[in-house]
């Protein structure tokens, strides 16, 4: 796993598909992220124990973002919260991008290159949720 940092502050973490995917549970974030992210892989036979979610009231300041490369390949340009380039990393297919803080902004590699993006809500609409660098 690559974490992207800029003065201390993590921004981005890419995990590749090598490191995402495997036996047992694996998380990839720590418990103060807004988003949490990991995998899971079981041989047949496995039971998970069945388990409901507690109302728990969060305040959540920053919308973070998990991106699943389920085929092709993208470049990721990592911005700091001054809208500063900092980093650019590429993705391909079953790598994982968490994008924490800061700006980011892709280039399409490959024809037919099909992201899953998942991120905390609600959405508040383009206005209020972003920004666009200049």
């Given at each position: 796993m690559r974490e992207i940092t800029h003065e201390g502050l993590v921004l981005a973490?890419?995990?590749?598909?090598?490191?995402?995917?495997?036996?047992?549970?694996r998380?990839?974030?720590?418990?103060?992220?807004?988003i949490q992210a990991g995998t899971w892989g079981y041989p047949a036979g496995k039971e998970l124990l069945a388990h409901s979610h507690?109302?728990?009231?969060?305040?959540?300041?920053?919308?973070?973002?998990?991106?699943?490369?389920?085929?092709g390949r993208l470049r990721a340009r990592?911005?700091?919260?001054?809208?500063?380039?900092?980093?650019?990393?590429?993705a391909g297919e079953g790598d994982l991008l968490m994008?924490?803080?800061?700006?980011h902004g892709y280039d399409i590699l490959e024809d037919g290159t099909q992201v899953l993006e998942v991120k905390?809500?609600?959405y508040?609409?383009?206005d209020v949720d972003r920004r666009r660098l200049k």
């Amino acid at each position: 796993m690559r974490e992207i940092t800029h003065e201390g502050l993590v921004l981005a973490r890419h995990v590749p598909a090598s490191e995402a995917w495997g036996e047992g549970l694996r998380f990839f974030s720590p418990d103060a992220d807004f988003i949490q992210a990991g995998t899971w892989g079981y041989p047949a036979g496995k039971e998970l124990l069945a388990h409901s979610h507690n109302e728990a009231h969060r305040d959540v300041a920053w919308t973070q973002e998990l991106l699943y490369i389920r085929k092709g390949r993208l470049r990721a340009r990592i911005y700091a919260p001054t809208d500063e380039l900092v980093d650019t990393l590429e993705a391909g297919e079953g790598d994982l991008l968490m994008l924490l803080r800061g700006g980011h902004g892709y280039d399409i590699l490959e024809d037919g290159t099909q992201v899953l993006e998942v991120k905390n809500g609600p959405y508040l609409g383009p206005d209020v949720d972003r920004r666009r660098l200049k």
